[in-house]
């Protein structure tokens, strides 16, 4: 079994957290890749350099200046502190990004109504997974920043964590069973938001369609719980969304939602 | 035959000569690995952040603010722009500092007269040689950033480009039969330093002492070519320097200085 697991920023941002997080990582067994997102030092670096964030309709823009800035932050900063901590705990970690071997291609978003700037959508196989494969076989354990590899330019794109996650477990769904890990702040997809232990625990096309239904799963869970079900269809096992701090219990279908 | 090749930071500074480099790097046929430097982008970006050089008795200190700008900087933009050229070009780069796989351990710098801060001294045997040869054997083309990994604290240290490629040349050629070549902004080593034409075409051990005596190799020249002769006598068949613009041409033995 593959696990493609992702953390999220506010994962990141939380030091003590990140470090249960990080252990319980590499007690996992077995083949495993690491997705993180940004976290709050991306945007406080940008301060720094006076890099105010852009945007459209609400929607944040990635220009230039933030390009190199994720470049530097997500690629740099944040993916060789988490590789050297987790060589420190015993875990093999290799930082890629999408450019790495060209394992994640993507297309810059085209523009119609919002210009996202150097946003890049994932392209139709532009995952490399018999690469990435060669890198598990090879005893690494890859760690992934959220930006991809633009071939047209030469150059990398800004691409949102949960999409690459998503992508990879697709790809590598193709060549080994693969189970997809969304880690964050909540213990699962929740069927009260205003309720942290009201968490549904498992979730099929059969009571999917219920709970959308009743209005259970609503808002910001919808587009999640769709990506979910594309990957499921794409061949993977089972998506499994809950909190960071109890990787080895989701693992277990213990905690959080199963997503099957 | 392995080459590693050192890019220095002048040749990352210019980008029509970076482009010819690229290129000569891509054609260059078998087993590479390309090392860079800084570059002026980490000064112009520190001046960004507000983070002022430090230096004690003329040496620069690598503080936690450096360590953090160059983290960003040579691990995340200057490698992963590097990267997402080369792919473009058709090489299959992946970029790695020393954390990424652990494939260059280093110490802190021990304080003596001067506490250079998060500078990194490569470990005895802190080249991971066989993990190097498996990225090779898979077909990847390595860019080393020159930061190095500190497993005692599970962080990264910086580390001059220069060393970097000298240790990994030397590990490797444990395993392989390597050639090291610094490329910078020079056609070799000159025996007059104000007449670029003046190169000294081959340095062997027997005109070494010689140019050493006579005072044609002197200053800063003469630790490049002691770090040379370290490692051929560490089995590095050659090491060859010259001007950046002049890959093939230094890899055929037809421009710069070989030191066998």
Redo the contacts between chains.
């Keep these: 079994m593959l696990y493609v697991i992702k953390a999220g920023g506010n994962v990141l941002d939380d030091p003590q957290q990140l470090e249960g997080f990080l252990e319980a990582f590499t007690a996992l067994p077995g083949a495993k890749i690491l997705v993180h997102g940004g976290g709050k030092i991306a945007s406080e ?1 940008g301060l ?3 890099i105010t964030p852009q945007y459209v309709n609400g929607r944040r823009i990635t220009d230039a200046a933030t390009l ?1 800035l994720v ?7 944040i ?3 988490l ?3 987790l ?3 015993g875990c ?6 999408g ?4 394992v994640m291609k993507a297309n810059k978003r085209p523009v119609r109504e919002v210009d996202y700037g150097y946003a890049g959508d994932i392209s139709a196989d532009g995952v490399d997974g018999a690469k990435l494969q ?2 598990l076989d ?3 354990v890859p760690v992934l920043a959220p ?1 991809s ?3 047209a ?4 794109l800004n691409t949102n964590a949960d999409t690459i996650a998503q992508e990879a477990a697709k790809a590598l769904a193709k060549l080994m069973p693969v189970q997809l890990i969304y880690c964050f702040e909540k213990n699962g997809v929740l069927s009260d938001v205003a309720d942290d232990h009201s968490v549904i625990p498992l979730i099929n096309a059969a009571n999917e369609a219920l709970l959308k239904a009743d209005g259970t799963l609503q808002g910001g869970m919808i587009p999640k719980i769709d990506n979910a079900r594309a990957a499921i269809n794409a061949g993977v096992q089972k998506v499994i969304i809950g909190h960071a701090g109890q990787l080895d219990a989701l693992v277990a279908g213990k905690s959080g939602t199963q997503i099957i």
């Design positions: 670096i720094q350099m006076q190199q470049t530097m932050v997500y690629g740099g900063l993916n060789k502190n590789v050297a901590r060589q420190q705990l093999n970690a290799l930082g890629l990004t450019a790495d071997g060209a060669q890198l090879a005893g690494f930006l590899y633009d071939p330019n030469g150059s990398l």
